[in-house]
């Protein structure tokens, strides 16, 4: 009787990184997120000044080796507060597109299984939402809650939901047709388990894509709101809070504009790379 | 077509009502008294009543709302500001022609880059223009567009004296005023743009009819004008879509940074002084322009695609638009 051999059966996990690994862009996007995140968990450790250290004599002290990315108004180390205020900024966009999507995921679930009138009830309520543009949404609401940072997560969390429910059913109804469904139907099986079991875990891979895209427009959404002073409030070195302290500095001292800044664009450009690898490796056929 | 246009009109009717209840409810909740804010720290307690007694804030919700909505969607009036005693609409007439103006502008360079930049990448495909142009794409949507006014403001401003860095002017001369303001809030759409746009590209350069024409000898130049770029702009106008939405909620921030007087100026600072009614206006009048917008888009797609206008001809209902049928 000839032997059977099977393949040693993969995780969905190692297949999509195999899949990723061959993706320089992507992986370089993982490296430098990673790196960020680590640095952010240990900053507290390796930073060389406590963040809100003043130092007067350092007043808008340029970029030099005891200070590699210069001194703020009031002679704090910028070095140290960009890297402390990661954990802020990177923490911010995770956990509000995480409670964003985990809301907008169970409400589009229910939209996209049931249909009929609860579908419309729930389209009808986000389309009201969705007519308001998204910052305009944002400031309301941080209005509403007040400044700080987890407001700031709340708030972000709640503006992301009509997005990612709209896009969850759009998925679903799509896969809602298969015929697995109806065989999953006609052996009975109940409807929390066909949502759960079988229609969820074939509707992810996009939901992680734009999850992925998501944190990092909600990190650039969250700079905004400090910038505009809706969101987290200084002392605490948050990137948009540093950005918009600054502002008022920007002649005499523009390396306090720079860094801050720069530390947005390299987090959020890490996160859109990883996106797109996740993407081509989560789904073939979206690659062109 | 206009059966069409007059559902989607009627339609705007609830969504915007919805707004308004939304909002009205929202700001009901907000932290803070208003009328502290109002008169300033040094007001009595009597005095602080009384102005509650004035504005209406110690009526139940339901009869302050039902008020609020009768007077904006009967008397067509949303008040005037606590603050200032300006009427609000007169106010918004003034500041909505810039808000729009700084959004089309955005609009217009990032569609007017963002177009050609994806259609060199896909024409030079794998090479490397492509790569330039899908670098350039990535690292506008990574900037945060108040970094780069920020950034655009020193160097052209304060460094070079080139262009103004607040406020806004009037006639020819006040064009200038909205040039660092449009790049600056044009990045994130115009990479969007050049992306869409060269994987639409790509979809529609390997078609059959495009080796046609080929073939029968059309100048390469016409084949990528007139053949390709024409059957690939359906995507490119939905992203559009959602650009203007996004250009209309960042302009808020651009505004602000660079003093134009606009809606955005003009709703965070009612939002910081908790002058409700400007919020609750300002809110249903961007909107209402957000909408509009969402039903140009909608008719642009039939200008371009003949296929979509012959569904709206035919009034079949509840027939979905398919952007790639």
């Known amino acids: 009787m000839p032997k059977t051999t099977y393949a040693k059966k993969q995780s969905g996990f190692a297949t999509v990184m195999k899949q990723m690994s061959k993706n320089k862009a992507a992986m370089l996007g993982l490296l430098i997120l990673s790196t960020e995140i680590i640095l952010a968990i240990l900053a507290p450790y390796i930073i060389p000044y406590d963040y809100s250290y003043m130092d007067m004599a350092n007043m808008f002290a340029k970029p030099s080796a005891s200070h590699l990315f210069g001194c703020d108004d009031m002679g704090r180390d910028i070095f140290s507060r960009v890297l402390y205020g990661a954990r802020y900024s990177i923490s911010i966009g995770i956990i509000a597109v995480s409670i964003g999507s985990a809301i907008g995921c169970t409400i589009g679930a229910i939209s996209g299984f049931f249909g009929g009138q609860v579908d419309n009830i729930i389209m009808r309520l986000l389309d009201i939402i969705q007519a308001i543009p998204g910052m305009l949404l944002m400031i309301v609401i941080s209005a509403v809650l007040g400044p700080g940072y987890f407001n700031t997560i709340i708030a972000l969390s709640i503006g992301s939901i009509s997005g990612m429910a709209r896009m969850l059913r759009a998925q679903m109804l799509k896969e809602r047709e298969n015929e697995y469904i109806e065989a999953a139907q006609s052996i009975n099986c109940s409807k929390f388990r066909i949502i759960t079991s079988h229609l969820l875990p074939n509707c992810i891979s996009p939901m992680i894509v734009s999850a992925t895209m998501g944190v990092a427009q909600t990190i650039t959404i969250a700079a905004g709101l400090s910038f505009i002073g809706l969101g987290v409030q200084p002392p605490i070195p948050e990137w948009g809070a540093m950005l918009s302290a600054a502002r008022q500095f920007i002649r005499q001292a523009p390396h306090l504009v720079y860094f801050p800044g720069l530390a947005i664009a390299v987090t959020v450009l890490a996160l859109n790379l990883l996106g797109d690898g996740l993407r081509d490796a989560l789904d073939p056929k979206l690659k062109n | ?325």
């Open chain 2, 1 to 325: 077509m206009l059966k069409y246009v007059l559902k989607r009109l009627i339609w705007m009717i609830p969504i915007v009502l919805g707004v308004a209840i939304l909002v009205f409810i929202m700001m009901t909740f907000c932290p803070g008294r208003p009328e502290e804010i109002i008169l300033g720290p040094s007001a009595t307690e009597t005095e602080l009543a009384a102005k509650r007694l004035e504005l209406g804030l110690d009526d139940p919700i339901v009869l302050r709302l039902g008020r609020y909505m009768s007077d904006v969607f009967i008397h067509f009036d949303l008040g005037k500001s606590w603050l200032t005693n300006v009427d609000i609409i007169s106010s918004i007439k003034e500041r909505l022609p810039r808000t729009l103006m700084l959004t089309v502008a955005t609009l217009l360079i990032s569609v007017g880059i963002g177009i050609p930049l994806g259609v060199i990448a896909a024409i030079k495909q794998n090479k490397w223009q492509d790569s330039v142009c899908m670098v350039l794409a990535l690292v506008g949507v990574a900037i945060p567009n108040f970094w780069l006014a920020l950034l655009l403001v020193l160097q052209f401003s304060v460094k070079l004296n080139w262009l103004p860095a607040l406020g806004i002017g009037t006639g020819l001369a006040g064009i200038k005023f909205y040039i660092l303001p449009a790049i600056s809030g044009s990045t994130g759409g115009l990479a969007s743009c050049a992306r869409q746009t060269r994987s639409a590209m790509l979809d529609v350069i390997r078609a059959d009819y495009i080796t046609t024409a080929r073939s029968k000898g059309v100048p390469e130049r016409d084949v990528i004008m007139k053949h390709a770029l024409k059957n690939s702009l359906i995507p490119i106008i939905t992203v559009m879509g959602t650009m203007f939405g996004h250009f209309l909620g960042g302009a808020m921030i651009i505004e602000t940074i660079f003093a134009i007087p606009g809606m955005g100026t003009y709703i965070i600072e009612a939002v910081n002084s908790r002058d409700y009614p400007i919020v609750q206006g300002g809110s249903i009048f961007l909107a209402i322009t957000f909408s509009f917008c969402m039903l140009i888009v909608d008719l642009l797609y039939a200008m371009v695609d003949p296929r979509i206008k012959a569904q709206y001809a035919s009034g079949r209902k509840k027939r979905k638009v398919k952007a790639n049928a």
